[in-house]
């Protein structure tokens, strides 16, 4: 049985920095697109970084050059570095998982309809 779990989410104020950490369990790792993908209240979810199978990656525009995505096949972990934390990016952050998938890394961002694995989330929230 997949399994996503994610960790690292927490409260800290505006330019602060945060890193989530989603732990995937049950399933062949490196075949498969994987992002991060966020849900403000009251929101629709949105994608804000992806990684395609052969590692290339896609982020956000909103969050382009504070936030970084990067996995670790062994540990089976991705992970989502946050920087220059701002109040927008509050949030809840899910890890998304994808089999056997052949998106490339901005069709995996833009779509989220193909993730069929995903974690229950970590709330991160930015005071001002």
């Known amino acids: 049985q997949v399994r996503l779990v994610e960790s690292g989410g927490g409260s800290v104020q505006a330019g602060g920095s945060l890193r989530l950490s989603c732990v995937a369990s049950?399933?062949?790792?490196?075949?498969?697109?994987m992002a991060w993908v966020r849900q403000a209240p009251g929101k629709e979810r949105e994608g804000v970084a992806a990684i395609d199978k052969d590692g290339e990656i896609a982020v956000a525009d909103s969050v382009k050059g504070r936030f970084t995505i990067s996995k670790d096949n062994e540990k089976k972990t991705l992970y989502l570095q946050m920087n220059s934390l701002q109040t927008g990016d509050t949030g809840t952050y899910y890890c998304?998982?994808?089999?056997?998938?052949?998106?490339?890394?901005?069709?995996?961002?833009?779509?989220?309809?193909?993730?069929?694995?995903w974690g229950q989330g970590t709330q991160v929230t930015v005071s001002s």
């Open positions: 998304a998982a994808e089999e056997w998938c052949f998106r490339n890394a901005n069709q995996a961002l833009t779509s989220l309809k193909g993730y069929n694995y």
């Open positions: 049950g399933y062949y790792y490196d075949h498969h697109c």
